[in-house]
């Protein structure tokens, strides 16, 4: 049970970003996407510094690996908000959550290099029929043309791939309340570097009615996803959390679906069978276990 736990959190948050897509998509034209990066991080950090405060828990930030360690995965945090969102202007929510999903064949394939990760048959077996499920809802949708918001979004599943992989090492060695708490700082500190830099003393773009969207996308998109996924890792292996964020594109077109009206058409039903197929089939107890 204490297992099941960390999964279904890890469920819940995939279910939320894949509601954040959608969200992402209606802001990214009047919210400079550097500015959005910087008050996504900023609201999460100021959560969590409240409830250090209050907790009376003040030592855990004097950790200085934490310090080092957050930074490293801050800047991670802020490419892929940055990213991701600069591609939502050029690309579709579906678009963007189908090629994002792909995050979760780079994330094996980049421990195999490192030498980090030996992968099983039944492992090998899951993921190509994730592969296929991603296949299946990216052919349906991007009918095999490719602007430019698809490239740099394809760009940001390595990056998100690289914190996945960072943050499932570093929570396991340091404190995990100040990691988390100095990923968030790092990656508003960096963001507002970043928009210095791109705005050159230009107006900045940000409109004042979309500050539900903004509190939605900081609040629940980024404190509570983030603080949660981290935690999760402690419990639940690299490889499978990909697995579960391979469903990401399933949630995003459930979202369009709500608010956009937007249907699944039947090759997109065959991709989600086979995302659930490869997650049931990665899950069942194997001979070789990876700490991964």
Not at 173 to 192: E, H, I, N, P
Not at 250 to 276: D, H, L
Not at 279 to 287: A, D, H, V
Request: aromatic share 14%; glycine share 8%.
């Amino acid at each position: 049970m204490k297992k099941q736990i960390p999964i279904l959190a890890l469920l819940i948050c995939c279910m939320i970003w894949g509601s954040t897509f959608v969200v992402i998509k209606n802001v990214s034209s009047v919210i400079d996407p550097y500015l959005l990066s910087t008050l996504r991080n900023g609201i999460a950090a100021l959560i969590l510094f409240l409830y250090i405060l209050v907790s009376k828990n003040n030592e855990c930030l004097k950790n200085k690996d934490s310090i080092k360690k957050g930074f490293i995965i801050g800047l991670f945090l802020a490419g892929i908000y940055i990213v991701q969102t600069i591609g939502l202007k050029f690309t579709s929510s579906n678009h963007s959550a189908f090629i994002t999903s792909s995050a979760v064949i780079i994330v094996p394939l980049i421990l195999v290099i490192l030498g980090k990760y030996k992968i099983t048959k039944q492992q090998i077996i899951s993921i190509s029929i994730i592969v296929v499920g991603i296949y299946f809802l990216t052919n349906s949708n991007l009918g095999g043309k490719y602007n430019i918001g698809d490239i740099i979004t394809f760009i940001g599943a390595f990056i998100c791939a690289g914190h996945i992989i960072l943050s499932g090492i570093f929570v396991r060695k340091t404190d995990f309340l100040s990691l988390v708490f100095y990923q968030f700082l790092f990656g508003s500190v960096l963001s507002l570097i970043a928009l210095g830099m791109h705005s050159g003393g230009n107006e900045i773009q940000f409109e004042k009615g979309f500050i539900r969207e903004l509190l939605y996308l900081g609040v629940v998109g980024t404190f509570f996803c983030f603080f949660v996924t981290v935690w999760a890792q402690k419990y639940v292996s690299t490889i499978y959390t990909m697995m579960i964020f391979s469903l990401e594109p399933v949630f995003a077109s459930i979202t369009s679906y709500v608010y956009k009206g937007e249907i699944f058409t039947q090759t997109e039903i065959y991709g989600a069978i086979g995302i659930f197929t490869g997650l049931i089939f990665y899950s069942i107890p194997s001979k070789k276990v990876t700490n991964q």
